[in-house]
Nanobody, 122 residues
Framework: QVQLVESGGGLVQAGGSLRLSCAAS????????MGWFRQAPGKEREFVAR????????LYADSMKGRFTISRDTAKNTVYLQMDNLKPEDTAVYYCGATPYSGYSSHDYDYWGQGTQVTVSS
């Protein structure tokens, strides 16, 4: 019943842009943090960015600062990840998650989406 559904991934050339969406349903997330993580083959799931539905500003991993922007649209129950100046090393499956905690650690998340593939060619 509780669902997080990511969309917007695809194949893009280095330097291009994509906007990922995460549509939340099945419960209210007003007291939750929404986060984006990514996982490349053979690597751990790593933190990308997070934002609360209300109350504070966005937080980013250092490698994403200046290129990625997380935002929310509470009316649509949707969070976004705008990715600009993409690099081949950004290639990964990107996941949306929800947690009642601060959202830096993947272990804190109660809910996850199925992921969306982002592939950046050189």
């Amino acid at each position: 019943q509780v669902q997080l559904v990511e969309s917007g991934g695809g194949l893009v050339q280095a330097g291009g842009s994509l906007r990922l969406s995460c549509a939340a349903s099945g419960r209210t997330f007003s007291n939750y943090t929404m986060g984006w993580f990514r996982q490349a083959p053979g690597k751990e799931r790593e933190f990308v960015a997070r934002i609360r539905w209300s109350g504070d500003t966005a937080l980013y991993a250092d490698s994403m600062k200046g290129r990625f922007t997380i935002s929310r649209d509470t009316a649509k129950n949707t969070v976004y990840l705008q990715m600009d100046n993409l690099k081949p090393e950004d290639t990964a499956v990107y996941y949306c998650g929800a947690t009642p905690y601060s959202g830096y650690s993947s272990h804190d998340y109660d809910y996850w989406g199925q992921g969306t593939q982002v592939t950046v060619s050189s």
